[in-house]
């Protein structure tokens, strides 16, 4: 149903808009506008007591520009989360296009979400106007970013590990005599003995840990702001920061100790292991691309 809404009672901030506000459109909107050219009506959401625009954000910013109250719409009855849907396909094919970004920004939130993610590929790229192989591309990029993060985000101490017995002396009353003590000794990420002058650099995996929970936190503070509309975060493109986000913690994730050297064997002498350089470790990416022969 067309009708006349005033700008006052549209939302903005429901999580409907999957792109940044240009600010050179909406003037160049409003000059248009100013010079008597129509524009067709927004498209908005009503749940009976808010309308939630899904799609014409920069007509609608244009005509708050002029300083208008009122502006044409397309009004529809749904909830909040179906103007969210409806926003996912918005400038696929007409209007301002879509910045570079966009469309791996909204697919991230759809495999996020327990209902959406289970649609198909196929579903999924026609939802939002990309093809199936650039579904298939971020939802390889989620997969190995979780297993990154389910690596490098834990608190805990390294799980795999065994007891060795050590000698001790201990002393009963005047006698004196030796014992052997359990002793925790920390394996690899493969099950592989850590030879002791490398434990050291396995066991301070929290010094990756703790910029990577701070780079989630910072990411998950400014989609969270961008979604509930706050101006202070107008500026961020959060699908180039989601995508920086991304590249950083691949950095760590590529510094992190990951096995004991398959080629040197760990040798804290062999300066010439073309794998290690003779650190006697190796990352996960190191790891996987070395002959099955030597694993």
Not at 32 to 49: H, R, T
Not at 97 to 108: E, N, V, W
Not at 109 to 115: L, V
Not at 123 to 132: D, L, N, P, R, S
Request: aromatic share 10%.
């Amino acid at each position: 149903m067309k009708k006349q809404l005033p700008l006052k009672d549209i939302r903005t901030d429901g999580g409907t808009q999957q792109r940044d506000i240009d600010d050179s459109v909406v003037a160049r909107y409003a000059e248009l506008m100013k010079e008597g050219n129509s524009f067709e009506p927004i498209d908005v959401i009503s749940d009976g007591k808010s309308y939630f625009l899904w799609d014409g954000f920069h007509r609608f910013f244009a005509t708050k520009k002029r300083n208008k109250n009122y502006i044409s719409a397309i009004v529809e009855q749904g909830t909040q989360r179906k103007a969210q849907e409806l926003s996912f396909g918005a400038n696929t094919r007409h209007g301002f296009p879509r910045q570079p970004g966009t469309g791996k920004s909204i697919i991230l939130k759809i495999f996020a979400d327990p209902e959406w993610s289970k649609k198909s590929e196929v579903e999924i790229a026609k939802w939002v106007g990309v093809t199936q192989q650039y579904v298939n591309k971020i939802k390889k990029e989620i997969e190995l970013d979780h297993t990154t993060s389910c690596r490098i985000d834990s608190d805990s101490e390294p799980k795999n590990k065994v007891l060795r017995s050590k000698t001790i002396n201990v002393k009963r009353g005047d006698s004196e005599y030796e014992m052997k003590k359990p002793e925790k000794k920390v394996l690899d990420a493969t099950g592989k003995d850590i030879p002791e002058h490398l434990v050291e650099f396995f066991e301070r995996a929290n010094e990756f840990r703790e910029p990577v929970r701070l780079l989630n936190a910072m990411l998950k503070t400014v989609r969270e702001g961008k979604e509930a509309g706050d101006r202070i975060y107008r500026f961020i493109k959060i699908e180039n920061l989601t995508a920086e986000i991304g590249n950083v913690k691949r950095i760590f994730r590529f510094g992190m100790p990951f096995s004991v050297c398959c080629y040197c064997g760990g040798d804290e002498k062999n300066d010439e292991c073309r794998a290690c350089g003779g650190s006697g470790f190796v990352n996960e990416m190191t790891y996987k691309s070395t002959p099955k022969d030597l694993k």
